[in-house]
């Protein structure tokens, strides 16, 4: 099944800093997509959902751009506990497919 | 607050057991699935249910067997347990359509000596 790619990481960023991850898919016909947060040894957990408007939840952006088939989380002012796996997830891909993440870890 | 609950959740147990991990959740959905994850790797999906008495087989080559008689119980079920079956189990489940994410339990952690 066709999947999305992102780039494992790991981000290492310092508090505050803003940090943004990009997932690219191939499926041009996904109208939208899920950010999914998992902690180390924890089950994932929904963050957010994407579509094309785009969405916002607090220090938490997602954007999708269907022209160029990616999407982009953008988090600002890191925190501490920010530090997890980020998972892109294509929601028309069903049952979803989880790949491995990017990781962010937010250094003091 | 969790409505899905995974029981146990750990379990260490010996080579040839016939183990069943539990998943139950409260919030009606029809659409629940069972994947494993090693750590440091993606998830893989074993087992899907769109429905009362309809199962599916998903990607990962398993072992295990799954059932749905009733809409919030979905256990999966090891005949005879291998160490290569130690790995974390995380249950999900969901809505009808595509626009809504899944929410997981807390994960069984297995462990086959």
């Known amino acids: 099944r066709k999947e999305v790619e992102q780039d494992p990481g790991p981000f290492n960023v310092p508090e505050g800093a803003t940090v943004a991850f990009n997932c690219t898919y191939s499926n041009s016909a996904s109208q939208s997509f899920f950010w999914y947060r998992q902690d180390c040894r924890k089950e994932p957990k929904l963050l957010m959902s994407v579509y094309s408007s785009g969405n916002e939840d607090g220090r938490f952006t997602a954007q999708l751009n269907r022209a160029s088939q990616y999407i982009s989380l953008l988090i600002r002012d890191s925190k501490l506990s920010d530090s997890a796996t980020y998972l892109c997830?294509?929601?028309?891909?069903?049952?979803?497919?989880f790949g491995k993440g990017t990781r962010l870890s937010v250094i003091a | 607050e969790a409505d899905i609950y995974q029981t146990p959740r750990y379990l260490v147990i010996g080579t040839g057991k016939k183990i069943t991990l539990e998943c139950s959740q409260t919030?009606?959905?029809?659409?629940m699935y069972w994947y494993q994850q090693d750590p440091g790797m993606e998830l893989h999906l074993i087992h899907y249910?769109?429905?009362?008495?309809?199962?599916e087989k998903g990607d990962l080559s398993s072992e295990s067997t799954v059932s749905r008689i009733r809409t919030e119980h979905f256990p999966l079920t090891l005949e005879s347990a291998r160490p290569s079956h130690t790995s974390q189990y995380l249950c999900a489940s969901s809505e009808q359509g595509d626009y809504y994410g899944y929410t997981f339990g807390s994960g069984t952690r297995l462990t086959v000596v």
């Open positions: 997830v294509d929601s028309g891909n069903t049952p979803l497919v």
């Open positions: 249910s769109y429905g009362v008495n309809s199962t």
């Open positions: 919030m009606g959905h029809d659409k």
